[in-house]
């Protein structure tokens, strides 16, 4: 039977050196693995706050195989932990996907860190609310993704190195613990930056 543990695993393999995974992410991909088995199979409803309602699908999981380890450890962490469903809609871009990304403005740089990096892998991840089995734009709900992300990325050990895309000058370890945080930073950053960036509520990145 392949469990959980073996599908998050199986994203994460091709990531590692030599395909083999790190012995300290053995124990999260168990937990993670456990938790989704957990809920699945509970049938009860999570209380809201408490979340843990929502799963990774199979091109979501794709997608995360593209990009660098720790960015794809995260957003499956923190798809057990967010109260907005999300999905990946994109990590790594060829550099004739990301030529046509700037042409049409969703990318300002042909330095871009959804190119591949020397392994080959992307260093950022798009991640898309997802609302009634559609993509949703809405902001608010872009700073709850970017809340579960910081939750699930200081509990790896990894918030001083991912970046917002709303607040490029800062990693999520900058951020206040809740959602009000987020959209008072993605605001003041508009106003430090004011015309010179794009805000890109879905995109998150590995900062060296
Ligand atoms: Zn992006």
Known sequence: ????????AAALRPLAPDNR???NEVPVINSLGELWEARAGSGVLV??????????GKASMDRLA???REIALTAMLAITLTVQDFVVLQTLRSVDEQRKAVASGNSRTMKSKHLPDETGKARAADLAAWENGAISWEFGRYADIAFAMDQAATQL???GNIRWGC???R????FGGNRQAYLNEAEAYAKRHAGSDLIDGPHFEWVA
């Open 157 to 159: 050990g990894y918030a």
């Open 21 to 23: 995974l790190m012995p």
């Open 167 to 169: 607040a490029w000058d």
């Open 47 to 56: 209380p809201a706050v408490a979340a843990g309602k929502y799963k990774l």
């Open 66 to 68: 593209n990009v660098r």
């Open 171 to 174: 990693v999520l370890s900058d």
């Open 1 to 8: 039977m392949t469990t959980n543990a073996d599908r998050i």
